[in-house]
């Protein structure tokens, strides 16, 4: 238990506040070599895991980003095509044979490191976050199961490229596709829920201090109950602390039902969908925040 | 607990070995996806984290044997099971009676009722004048179906034609996405300068790109109530063949509350997909709470199985006792997140009926096409329709 205590330490130091079980999975998954795939809704705070971890650890952080209809070019490598043409142009006079030209062309100068091939030749070990798995598709998936496994890439002209250090690997999934069985089965697995009235509190309070105790216990109440509401999109702590943040600029120090006329001009940054927002009227507002 | 097995904090005993291991067979035997390897990762992890502190074992075995939300959550109720004695797991009960409140804080009560003890949601609901008016009843039915009808081998063959030929039409649908193809109209530039390499930075193999054809994935929604028993049957059968087709194709059943047949139905084997689906089936020819299902259906699976090439297909007479509002609501968010929504009605084709129940009418605004389809026939000339809307 003191390791884990002491890591929640040292990320809340970087401005993360992580449950137990979040730093258990962090510390074992440098233990054991495992990736970590956490899954959970959006806003809950998955992407900032790797960049407190890579914080903590004083390591680069590198990102993949996935979409629909990332391939292996966009993700691990690819070969700089104009400048190796004008390496061809300029060749054309050279005297030497054609095999050692050929192999000038296919060197390191000429090949672009996406962020896959980039995270295995870095001398420091990094910590690679591939955001939204879900995004890409099966074929990827296999890709990179591939590289999670042995931490090498073959590229055909150059050959295999075998990782210098092992990366730290942190996969972010938001369920909008089944991941295959595979994949999970090689991973660590974290859950994060929408954080308790404590958890929240905390976040608000070491990333906006400006806001005061008073404001950011209400603010945290505030949003807790809309949570509770039938709502099409949950506001997560990413919207919490934007709305903190505007709710300091537009001057409003305490939320109650005198305050609701002004808070419902920044309930943009809470609630995000139309039919949300309808629902949200002075009095529903002015209801809420008496209860805080 | 363990301590006392334990004798140093680093070297694990035999017997505290095959107890640790036991905990993976104990979690799969709980339907956890374990594999082979999940034991002696186990035994490593405990290594490496120490297992004389009983909240780290937790924390880290939870991260290392978990591998869904659904895992994640029923997790710490196995691990007091398998690890605490009797006397102190009333502590851990109330942690996970907590954890299954907070799960139903977005939902209405009684949707996880039903899902721990299927059937028995509609007794919890009791309705007394229960007694089938016009098809439609509350009550949750105890019986499971027979089941031997799914294997006739008359119509058997046809509807699998069928079938077969809606899904080589489906796949004729085609994306906004675009791939490499051998021809087509568009130039792939990056790809010819790449091929162009090897011919000194000449282009004399052209590469293409073409809109890339991907077929829409399905979603069945079968009513299995009492009054769509005489059809019941006969859209398992057809969602059968349709499973066998397809590979993206999800198939739910639904009544009093809602199941997922879709492994079930796609078992190879005719005569174990025939058992599997008797025990899924309790609560077979019951009541209908359609709107429920639907809500429970876009809460539970709606964010992994909807996107935007889904066509959501609900197989339903519209009889609904549940309130037509949240029928209505279940029903916009579900056309939200899909493709099209496509209401198969085997009633409809019935003389003097008109979709005027409750049920259908709230159901009207929402659905992209509404149909009948009572037998291979009807379905036959339905089916142009449905891809005509999917496209």
Same mark, same amino acid.
């Given at each position: 238990m003191p390791e884990i205590v002491d890591l929640q330490r040292r990320l809340e130091a970087v401005g993360y506040v992580a449950e137990s079980s979040l730093a258990a999975a962090l510390l074992l998954m440098v233990k054991l070599d495992r990736p970590l795939l956490v899954e959970g809704d959006a806003g809950v705070g998955k992407?900032?895991?790797?960049?407190?971890?890579?914080?903590?650890?004083?390591?680069?952080?590198?990102?993949?980003?996935?979409?629909?209809?990332?391939?292996?070019?966009?993700?691990?490598?690819?070969?700089?095509?104009?400048?190796?043409?004008?390496?061809?142009?300029?060749?054309?006079?050279?005297?030497?044979?054609?095999?050692?030209?050929?192999?000038?062309?296919?060197?390191?100068?000429?090949?672009?490191?996406?962020?896959?091939?980039?995270?295995?030749?870095?001398?420091?070990?990094?910590?690679?976050?591939?955001?939204?798995?879900?995004?890409?598709?099966?074929?990827?998936?296999?890709?990179?199961?591939?590289?999670?496994?042995?931490?090498?890439?073959?590229?055909?002209?150059?050959?295999?490229?075998?990782?210098?250090?092992?990366?730290?690997?942190?996969?972010?999934?938001?369920?909008?596709?089944?991941?295959?069985?595979?994949?999970?089965?090689?991973?660590?697995?974290?859950?994060?829920?929408?954080?308790?009235?404590?958890?929240?509190?905390?976040?608000?309070?070491?990333?906006?201090?400006?806001?005061?105790?008073?404001?950011?216990?209400?603010?945290?109440?505030?949003?807790?109950?809309?949570?509770?509401?039938?709502?099409?999109?949950?506001?997560?702590?990413?919207?919490?602390?934007?709305?903190?943040?505007?709710?300091?600029?537009?001057?409003?120090?305490?939320?109650?039902?005198?305050?609701?006329?002004?808070?419902?001009?920044?309930?943009?940054?809470?609630?995000?969908?139309?039919?949300?927002?309808?629902?949200?009227?002075?009095?529903?507002?002015?209801?809420i925040a008496a209860a805080c | 607990m363990l301590t006392s097995a334990?004798?140093?904090?680093?070297?694990?005993?035999?017997?505290?070995?095959?107890?640790? /291991? *036991?905990?993976? %067979?104990? &979690?799969? #035997?709980?339907?956890?996806?374990?594999?082979? /390897? *999940?034991?002696? %990762?186990? &035994?490593? #992890?405990?290594?490496?984290m120490g297992i004389l502190d009983p909240q780290v074992l937790r924390l880290s075995l939870k991260a290392l044997l978990c591998g869904r939300s659904d895992e994640w959550r029923r997790f710490d109720g196995l691990f007091d099971a398998y690890f605490l004695p009797p006397n102190k797991r009333i502590f851990t009960e109330g942690n996970i009676g907590a954890a299954a409140a907070q799960d139903d804080a977005g939902g209405v009560p009684g949707g996880a009722q039903s899902q721990i003890a299927p059937g028995t949601g509609g007794g919890v609901a009791g309705d007394l004048d229960g007694s089938a008016r016009h098809g439609a009843s509350r009550e949750a039915s105890l019986a499971s179906a027979d089941f031997r009808e799914l294997n006739q081998a008359r119509h058997a063959y046809e509807m699998e034609t069928l079938m077969r030929r809606f899904a080589r039409r489906l796949r004729r649908l085609r994306l906004r996405r675009e791939a490499a193809f051998?021809?087509?109209?568009?130039?792939?530039?990056?790809?010819?300068?790449?091929?162009?390499?090897?011919?000194?930075?000449?282009?004399?193999?052209?590469?293409?790109?073409?809109?890339?054809?991907?077929?829409?994935?399905?979603?069945?929604l079968v009513d299995v109530s009492r009054s769509m028993s005489p059809y019941s049957f006969f859209y398992m059968r057809l969602a059968r063949a349709l499973c066998t087709q397809l590979k993206d194709v999800y198939c739910f059943i639904f009544h009093t509350h809602l199941t997922d047949v879709g492994s079930a139905l796609g078992d190879p084997d005719p005569w174990r997909a025939q058992e599997r689906l008797h025990l899924l089936a309790m609560g077979w020819a019951g009541g209908t709470r359609i709107g429920e299902c639907l809500r429970d259906f876009h809460r539970d699976h709606g964010l992994r199985l909807l996107h935007s090439r889904t066509g959501v297909i609900v197989v339903s007479d519209g009889y609904d006792t549940g309130e037509p509002a949240l029928l209505a609501h279940s029903l916009a968010a579900l056309r939200r997140r899909s493709r099209r929504l496509v209401w198969l009605n085997p009633l409809l084709n019935q003389p003097g009926y008109a979709p005027e129940s409750r049920g259908m009418r709230a159901a009207m605004p929402h659905i992209d096409l509404l149909a009948p389809g009572a037998d291979l026939a009807s379905i036959e000339q339905v089916l142009p329709r449905i891809l005509e809307t999917l496209r």
């Open positions: 992407t900032e895991i790797a960049k407190s971890l890579a914080a903590v650890r004083g390591a680069r952080l590198i990102r993949l980003q996935c979409y629909e209809g990332l391939d292996v070019h966009a993700a691990m490598y690819e070969w700089n095509y104009q400048r190796q043409l004008l390496a061809i142009k300029l060749l054309e006079h050279d005297e030497r044979p054609t095999a050692v030209k050929e192999q000038d062309i296919f060197s390191e100068r000429y090949l672009l490191k996406r962020p896959l091939l980039e995270a295995i030749s870095c001398a420091e070990p990094p910590v690679l976050l591939i955001d939204e798995v879900d995004r890409a598709d099966e074929a990827f998936e296999a890709y990179l199961l591939e590289l999670l496994s042995d931490f090498q890439i073959s590229i055909p002209e150059l050959g295999t490229v075998r990782a210098v250090t092992k990366p730290l690997v942190v996969i972010t999934s938001n369920g909008t596709r089944e991941l295959s069985d595979a994949l999970r089965r090689r991973c660590l697995y974290q859950y994060i829920d929408y954080p308790a009235f404590e958890k929240e509190l905390a976040i608000v309070e070491i990333r906006l201090p400006q806001a005061g105790a008073q404001l950011a216990r209400q603010v945290v109440d505030f949003v807790q109950s809309v949570r509770r509401m039938d709502l099409q999109k949950r506001p997560g702590i990413a919207e919490t602390l934007d709305w903190t943040a505007a709710l300091l600029r537009m001057g409003i120090s305490t939320v109650d039902d005198d305050a609701a006329e002004r808070i419902l001009e920044t309930l943009s940054a809470l609630i995000k969908t139309r039919d949300d927002r309808a629902g949200f009227t002075r009095e529903v507002v002015a209801r | 334990v004798t140093a904090a680093g070297e694990l005993g035999p017997l505290l070995r095959a107890r640790l /291991a *036991g905990f993976a %067979g104990f &979690l799969r #035997a709980n339907g956890f996806n374990v594999g082979g /390897a *999940g034991a002696l %990762g186990l &035994l490593e #992890a405990s290594q490496h051998h021809h087509g109209r568009r130039l792939d530039l990056q790809s010819t300068i790449r091929h162009s390499v090897s011919c000194g930075g000449t282009p004399i193999r052209l590469s293409w790109k073409e809109r890339r054809r991907v077929r829409p994935r399905l979603v069945l």
